[in-house]
């Protein structure tokens, strides 16, 4: 655990990142095209360990099937500093299952104008998450250790 300022940082553990991840309804998904990382912001939702993302125009081409991508998504208060950081790699493939395609447009609520459906399912490989807390101690944190 390192201390920066009034801040400690946590690892966190694969199911705690994926929980985290539950709670927000964004994130940005990383692909290659030609040997150069695509950054798109995407809807996504955590189905077991499971990565479901509404990809929609948001990422261009179609992503082959089984490229490995990355996944990011955080809640950092810009004021404390304060907050979490979630990122997977590993596979994705593209959902073609016309009723699991609806079942999860219906979750997730796409944001994309005009976007059409596109929902790719992540298997990660690779679960790395981190949380920024209050250091113990430290007056007006909100955040404390924990036990």
């Known amino acids: 655990m390192a201390v920066h300022g009034e801040r ?13 991840l539950a709670t927000v309804r964004f994130g940005r998904l990383v692909v290659n095209r030609h040997s150069v990382p695509i950054i798109r912001p995407v809807n996504h939702l955590v189905e077991g360990d499971d990565l479901i993302i509404y990809a929609g125009l ?39 299952d016309h009723d699991a395609v609806a079942r999860y447009e219906r979750l997730m609520d796409p944001w994309l ?27 007006g944190s909100s955040h404390g250790s924990r036990p």
């Open 113 to 139: 104008p005009g976007a059409r459906p596109r929902i790719l399912r992540m298997r990660p490989d690779a679960v790395t998450g981190i949380e920024l807390v209050g250091a113990a101690g430290v007056p």
């Open 8 to 20: 400690e940082l946590r690892e966190l553990t694969d199911g705690d990142s994926l929980r985290l």
């Open 58 to 96: 948001g990422i261009g081409p179609p992503v082959p099937e089984r490229q490995v991508v990355a996944y990011e998504a955080d809640t950092i208060d810009h004021e404390t500093q304060l907050g979490w950081c979630v990122i997977l790699t590993g596979p994705a493939e593209t959902v073609a």
